[in-house]
């Protein structure tokens, strides 16, 4: 700890306070999250080293409540105070402290890697006084400076009592760049990034053969089908990818509109050299297949999709007991309070155990995927995702706009009886559609089918696809 530097710059007593840093167990982007989402209040969005804070609380410039600085113990300015955030990029937080005229406090945390998994953060405060102020500089050293410690300490504590809480627990593996979080293993699996039209995409690869693309669901990512993969990828070349805004590929803040999304898998086949393929897909992974099939039947051999309907469904009044059921999906689709509710820790559990057998999804992979979206971009990208593909792709289908558009590709659909798609699967289709369609509707199954009998969905799609 350093006590205290000071300096005059026209006629203005700068002093630094405090200048210390402590080593907190978890790596910079977790640490950014915590401190931004939880201490002030503010959603901050992680991507290849910057942050950039998207507000929540009102305030002079969207951020600013007193709370925070009384989290932080800043100090005995606590009344009528202007608190401000004016910064927080690459590596710093920056917080203003104005009290009066004459005073103005500046908070400084920054943080830079400091081993595998640590974050080293520096805390600074610098006090700037002006004019008669400046005969408080005894009280201001006397009363800011040597609580900072314990400010410190309080902040390593925070951070890493947060983050076990709230599943940020990380699994073994090795580290993957864009999610900041480490890579689970598989055995014989290997990884590779794919530049997409500009969009790193992030693919798991195993076996040989003719290719097999995986295409997850919300809110997974490749690790979904781990326990399919294995058995998959004794007859086929399987690619399980990482769509745009999960798992280890880039979450940029656009781009999750059904034609961006069916684009970025066609531009991904090219990269790949692949000009026809098998799907075997999931949720909104098998909305973006059917797409793809109907836009671009040329590159889909054959397509098997799970935990969704397909779109030439005709619905009818059994659409009554289903909209209930599906509350969420406008609730994370709302501007705002989406993003938040699609890292929420509740959610996320009523999302794996609403519709699905107990156990159906695995504790350990609940809270992989919680890891995953508890990243303020990733959460933002599952908001834009329901707001601008799946609300307006389940109004089509409601609204029947698919009927008119064939699906020549082959097709099984899978799903379990106790979840909504079981619901509306079964509701048949229009007179003259869904001839290449084939439904089989799985008694006591639920949401997450390849989670809960990876052996029996990898069996039937082998079949299928044979």
């Known amino acids: 700890m350093k006590l205290p530097g000071r300096g005059f710059e026209g006629g203005v007593l700068v002093m630094a306070i405090f200048d210390g840093s402590i080593i907190i167990g978890r790596p910079p982007s977790v640490v950014f999250d915590v401190v931004g989402t939880h201490l002030f209040e503010t959603q901050p969005q992680w991507e290849d080293g910057i942050v950039a804070i998207r507000p929540v609380t009102g305030g002079p410039m969207g951020v600013g409540s007193k709370a925070v600085m009384e989290r932080l113990d800043l100090g005995v300015w606590r009344h009528e105070t202007d608190y401000r955030c004016v910064v927080f990029d690459q590596d710093r937080l920056v917080v203003m402290h104005n009290d009066s005229p004459g005073t103005h406090v500046?908070?400084?945390?920054?943080?830079a890697p400091a081993g595998a998994g640590e974050t080293l953060l520096r805390f600074r405060l610098e006090?700037?006084?002006?004019?008669?102020?400046?005969?408080?500089e005894p009280l201001a050293k006397m009363v800011l400076g040597p609580a900072r410690r314990k400010t410190m300490e309080d902040i390593k504590e925070y951070v890493e009592t947060a983050t076990a809480a709230d599943g940020f627990e990380p699994a073994a593996g090795t580290a993957g760049p864009a999610a900041g979080l480490p890579m689970p293993e598989l055995p014989g699996v290997?990884?590779?990034?794919?530049d997409v039209r500009g969009l790193r995409m992030h693919i798991a690869e195993a076996g040989s053969g003719e290719p097999l693309i995986l295409l997850h669901g919300f809110p997974q990512h490749w690790w979904e089908w781990h326990g399919a993969i294995p058995r998959l990828a004794r007859h086929y070349r399987v690619i399980a990818v990482d769509q745009r805004g999960f798992g280890w590929t880039d979450a940029p803040g656009d781009g999750y509109n059904a034609r961006t999304l069916v684009q970025d898998i066609a531009g991904l086949m090219g990269e790949l050299n692949i000009r026809r393929a098998r799907f075997l897909t999931h949720d909104w992974g098998a909305v973006v297949a059917q797409l793809l099939a109907m836009d671009r039947p040329e590159l889909v051999e054959a397509l098997v999709v799970t935990g969704a309907p397909d779109v030439h469904i005709k619905p009818n009044a059994g659409l009554l007991r289903v909209f209930p059921k599906l509350w969420h999906v406008f609730a994370i689709a709302a501007p705002?309070?989406?993003?938040?509710?699609?890292?929420?820790?509740?959610?996320m559990r009523h999302?794996?155990?609403?519709?699905?057998p107990e156990g159906g999804v695995s504790e350990a992979d609940i809270q992989l995927y919680r890891a995953a979206m508890a990243q303020p971009r990733r959460a933002a990208a599952g908001s834009a995702l329901y707001r601008t593909m799946l609300v307006p792709a389940f109004m089509a289908i409601i609204a029947g706009a698919y009927a008119k558009r064939d699906l020549p590709v082959r097709t099984l659909v899978i799903v379990g009886a106790a979840e909504p798609s079981g619901t509306l699967q079964g509701m048949g289709h229009y007179p003259g559609r869904g001839g290449n369609i084939t439904t089989e509707i799985l008694p006591g199954e639920g949401h997450f089918l390849v989670d809960h009998v990876p052996g029996l969905i990898a069996q039937k799609a082998l079949r299928f696809f044979a």
């Open 336 to 347: 705002g309070i989406g993003p938040r509710l699609a890292g929420n820790r509740k959610l």
């Open 106 to 111: 500046v908070f400084r945390l920054s943080v």
């Open 127 to 136: 006090v700037q006084l002006t004019g008669g102020q400046r005969i408080f």
């Open 351 to 356: 999302l794996f155990t609403a519709f699905d």
């Open 190 to 194: 290997s990884h590779r990034w794919i």
